[in-house]
């Protein structure tokens, strides 16, 4: 089950990054398919029951990649993270298929009371998202519909339908340089 999964999101890593040159490129040197394999074997042990192990794996993954994802999150096939480091992926995350990252991503809780252990705390990406850097979904109720596209430095707190493109207006000037 794992292999089969695992294969998908190489493959998917591949035909999506204009900059891999090789399967064995992705294989071997991509931090974000590092971290993906760690992941999918620590969900693995989480729905099995196997304590404390699952944490240990996706924390070793996150100590060498800097992209922290939770064993308990559940993400679907052909899974993409591009320049991964800083992304964060809580425990009641759920993400569907096709789904791609860039760096700095954090989908997280709005609210980190231990109360709130066993209630979903943390953002619904469906199929067909692509979510770039820098940007920070959170809450549980926050669902970002399928085929949707979240710009850069996005602050999302609240649910936008299937085929949404989210992004902030620029308010860049550009002047002399009067030195």
């Known amino acids: 089950e794992v292999l089969i999964v695992l294969k998908g ?3 998917y890593i591949f035909q999506n990054d204009p900059a891999a040159e090789s399967i ?4 071997l040197t991509y931090p974000g398919f590092y971290s993906i394999v760690h992941y999918r074997i620590a969900n ?28 308990a999150a559940t993400i679907g096939q052909q899974f993409c993270i ?41 953002p619904t990406i ?5 979510i770039y850097a820098g940007s920070t979904i959170l809450g549980g109720e926050t669902v970002v519909g399928h085929d949707s596209i979240i710009g850069g430095n996005v602050w999302l707190v609240k649910s936008v ?6 992004y902030n207006e620029s308010k860049i000037t550009v002047g002399k ?3």
């Open 9 to 11: 999101d190489v493959d």
């Open 24 to 27: 064995q490129e992705v294989l």
């Open 44 to 71: 693995l042990l989480h729905r099995i029951g196997v304590p404390i192990l699952p944490r240990m794996i996706t924390e070793y993954a996150h100590s060498k990649t800097g992209i922290d994802i939770h064993p």
């Open 82 to 122: 591009d320049h991964g480091t800083g992304i964060v992926i809580g425990a009641t995350t759920k993400i569907g298929n096709r789904v791609k990252l860039y760096q700095g991503v954090t989908l997280g809780a709005l609210s980190v009371s231990k109360s709130l252990a066993s209630a979903k705390r943390h």
């Open 126 to 130: 469906e199929d067909d998202v692509v």
């Open 161 to 166: 339908p299937p085929f949404s493109k989210v």
């Open 177 to 179: 340089n009067d030195f």
